[in-house]
C-alpha cells in the first residue's frame, strides 16, 4: 500500500501541473490520494505526497509533458507491463559467465532480506547455467560472533528456499590466503601498519591528513606487518590499512582498514587466531579468488564496493558486477537484535523460529511455504528503492499452496452445552461422521459464540438439529431439542468432548488453547490443517491426548 501511494502521488502531481499548466497543488493530489486510498491514515501519506509534488515543481514544463504523456487517454498512466519471472541481465544475454555468491554472517539466521539475496543470487546463476556459491562470513570474533550452529542453519533455509548451493566456503578457513594477500598489498606499497593512537588518527582522518605512519619505507611496514602476525602488538595498537584519496569525499573511504589484532577472539573456531581481515577485505579478495562475476547485496554495501575496487585496481583484476537492492520492511515479524535478546529472556521463547520473529525459520515453522515466498521475491526482483512485504500479501499467496488443507473443528473457550430430548442422528462435519444420543447429548461448544443467544432463543446446532436455550451457567448451559425444522438461526459449532483432545496453538500474540477434533491424530508433524474460525496451522507435535500448532495466517 505503501508503495502505491507514492506511485500515485506522482501520477497525479503530474496530471495536476500538466493540466494546469503550472506547478502541482499539494491539495490537489491529497484529494485524490484520499479518494483512492480509502482508510488510509493521510498523515502518514503526506511525506510521499509532497516529495511527489517537490520531485514535479522541480521538472522542466518539457519533463512533465513527457511524463504526462504516458497516460491512456490523458488521464490515467499507462500501466507498467508486469515482469514475470527473473530480470534479465544484459551482460548474461551477450555471454558473459554467471558465478553469484551469498554471504550471510552466520551471527544471526536468515530473514526475508537474506532470502532476497540468496533466491536471485541462486536462480540468476541458474538461468544463465552459471554457479552458485556460499560464502560463509565469519570474521567478526567481536560484534558479530557466530551463534551456535549458524553455518548449519543457514544451509537448511538455504535448501528449503529450493537454493541449495554448488560450493560452500568459509571465510575462517581462509586465514592464510588473505595473510599472503595482506604481504603482497604492503610489498606493493598500497598498505601500511599504523600503529597511531585510534583517536588521534581519527582526527587526522576527518581532517584528510595523512599519519606518519602512511609513509614508512617497505621493508619496516613488513616487519610490522610480521610482528602483528606473530601476535607482538596487542589489541588496538597495530591496523592494517590499504592506501586510498586521503581526502576522499566519503571519510570512511580514506585509508579504510583491511585487518587488525583481537586479544581474545570469541568464535568457535579460530580462538588461536590473533589478526584478522576486516570484511572488506576478506571479501574482495575472495570474490576474486572464486572467480565471482555477479554480486548482489544490499545498499548498505554500496560504500562497501567504492572501497573494494581500491583493492581490484591495485591487484589489476575486473571488479563483479554489482546490484544493490533496496531494503526489504516487513510487519510480519520482530527481526531487531536487541528486540530478540530481550524476548530470548522469557520462559516461553521458542528460539529463533518463535512465531513472534519474522525469521525464515519461524515462517516455515508456521506454515508458510517456500513456494509463497520464492514468488514474492522474483516479483520484487532486484528493485533498488526499498520493498515493503505485507504480512497480508504474503498469506494471500501462501494460500495458493496450503488451500487443499483438511478442515478441522476447532473451539477456544469451550463450555458444555447439555440439550435435553435430543435425537439420535448421525451429524457429519468436515467428512467425519458423530453419532449423537437420543434423550440427552452433551456438546462442547464456543463460549463466545453460546453468549449472543439469548435464553428462549432458538440456534442451530451445525449440521444436526436446532435447540432453545433454556439455561446459562459461566460453565455450562442447557437447551432443549427442537428437530430439524426449517428457519434462520445462529449456528454453534461444536465438538464431542470424548472424541476431542486438547490443543494449543501458538501465535504471534501468544499462546491460544482450546480443544480440537480428535481425527488431527491422523495427520503427520509438518502437515498444514485448516482449523474452522481460526485458520491455517502447521501441526508441530503430536501426542496421544495433545496436539500442538503455529498459526499461520486466516
Known amino acids: 500500500m505503501a508503495e502505491k501511494i507514492i506511485e500515485d502521488s506522482y501520477r497525479y502531481a503530474i496530471k495536476n501541473a500538466f493540466s494546469h499548466n503550472s506547478k502541482a497543488d499539494a491539495s490537489a493530489v491529497v484529494g485524490k490520494i484520499i479518494a483512492l486510498h480509502k482508510g488510509t491514515d493521510i498523515k502518514k501519506a503526506m511525506p510521499a505526497i509532497m516529495e511527489a509534488v517537490r520531485k514535479v515543481n522541480s521538472m522542466s514544463p518539457a519533463e512533465i509533458e513527457k511524463e504526462y504523456k504516458k497516460f491512456e487517454d490523458g488521464y490515467e498512466l499507462k500501466p507498467k507491463p508486469k515482469r514475470e519471472g527473473l530480470p534479465t541481465l544484459d551482460f548474461a544475454e551477450k555471454g558473459e559467465k554467471i558465478i553469484t555468491r551469498f554471504a550471510p554472517n552466520p551471527s544471526g539466521v536468515m530473514h526475508l532480506g537474506h532470502a532476497r539475496q540468496a533466491i536471485l543470487s541462486h536462480d540468476l546463476a541458474k538461468k544463465y547455467c552459471g554457479k552458485f556459491f556460499l560464502r560463509v562470513d565469519d570474521t567478526d570474533p567481536k560484534t558479530k560472533v557466530p551463534i551456535e550452529k549458524g553455518e548449519e542453519l543457514v544451509l537448511q533455509d538455504l535448501e528449503w528456499l529450493d537454493a541449495k548451493p554448488d560450493e560452500t566456503y568459509r571465510a575462517s578457513d581462509r586465514f592464510e590466503l588473505y595473510y ?4 603482497k598489498i604492503v610489498e606493493m606499497e598500497k598498505a601500511y601498519v599504523c600503529t597511531c593512537n585510534n583517536e588521534e588518527w581519527k582526527k587526522k582522518k576527518a581532517k584528510g591528513i595523512a599519519c606518519a605512519c602512511r609513509d614508512i619505507p617497505k621493508k619496516e611496514n613488513l616487519e610490522k606487518l610480521e610482528k602483528m602476525l606473530k601476535h607482538e602488538y596487542k589489541e588496538g595498537t597495530a591496523v592494517l590499512r590499504i592506501k586510498t584519496d586521503i581526502q576522499h569525499k566519503d571519510p570512511s573511504i580514506r585509508d579504510w582498514w583491511a585487518a587488525k589484532i583481537v586479544d581474545n577472539p570469541q568464535h568457535p573456531k579460530a580462538t588461536n587466531t590473533h589478526l584478522w581481515p576486516s570484511y572488506n577485505f576478506a571479501s574482495a579478495i575472495d570474490d576474486h579468488e572464486l572467480g565471482i562475476t555477479l ?8 560504500q562497501n564496493a567504492e572501497k573494494q575496487k581500491y583493492l581490484y585496481q591495485y591487484f ?3 571488479y563483479p558486477h554489482a546490484i544493490h537492492t533496496g531494503r526489504i520492511k516487513s510487519d510480519i515479524g520482530l527481526l531487531s537484535k536487541s528486540k530478540i535478546n530481550e524476548l530470548m529472556k522469557k520462559k516461553d521463547f521458542l528460539g529463533y523460529s518463535d512465531p ?3 525469521t525464515l525459520l519461524a515462517l516455515k ?9 520464492r514468488e514474492i521475491i522474483i516479483e520484487i526482483g532486484l528493485k533498488t528503492s526499498d520493498t515493503t512485504i505485507e504480512f497480508k500479501k504474503l498469506a494471500d499467496l501462501n494460500k495458493k499452496f496450503v488451500a487443499s488443507a483438511e478442515r478441522i473443528a476447532f473451539l477456544t473457550e469451550p463450555i458444555r452445552l447439555d440439550v435435553g430430548f435430543s435425537q439420535k442422528i448421525i451429524a457429519e462435519i468436515d467428512g467425519k461422521e458423530f453419532e449423537l444420543k437420543q434423550g440427552s447429548q452433551t456438546f462442547l461448544v464456543d463460549k463466545t459464540e453460546l453468549e449472543k443467544i439469548e435464553i428462549g432463543k432458538i ?7 436446532n435447540v432453545r436455550i433454556v439455561k446459562k451457567d459461566p460453565l455450562q448451559a442447557f437447551a432443549e431439542c427442537l428437530g430439524k425444522g426449517p428457519g434462520e438461526f445462529p449456528v454453534i459449532h461444536w465438538l464431542i468432548e470424548e472424541q476431542s483432545i486438547d490443543t494449543e496453538i501458538w501465535t504471534p500474540k501468544g499462546m491460544i488453547a482450546g480443544f480440537v477434533d480428535n481425527k488431527i491424530i491422523d495427520k503427520k508433524t509438518g502437515e498444514i490443517v485448516y482449523l474452522e474460525k481460526f485458520g491455517y496451522c502447521r501441526i508441530d507435535q503430536l501426542k496421544e491426548n495433545k496436539a500442538t500448532l503455529f498459526w499461520a495466517h486466516q
Not at 180 to 183: A, I, L, S, V
Not at 295 to 302: D, K, S, T
Not at 365 to 373: D, L, S
Open 459 to 465: 440456534a442451530r446446532i451445525r449440521n444436526a438439529y
Open 295 to 302: 554480486i548482489i547485496r544490499g545498499q548498505e554495501h554500496a
Open 356 to 358: 513472534r520473529l519474522g
Open 180 to 183: 599472503d594477500y595482506m604481504k
Open 365 to 373: 515453522r508456521r506454515g508458510f511455504q517456500p513456494e509463497a515466498i
Open 316 to 318: 589489476g583484476w575486473k
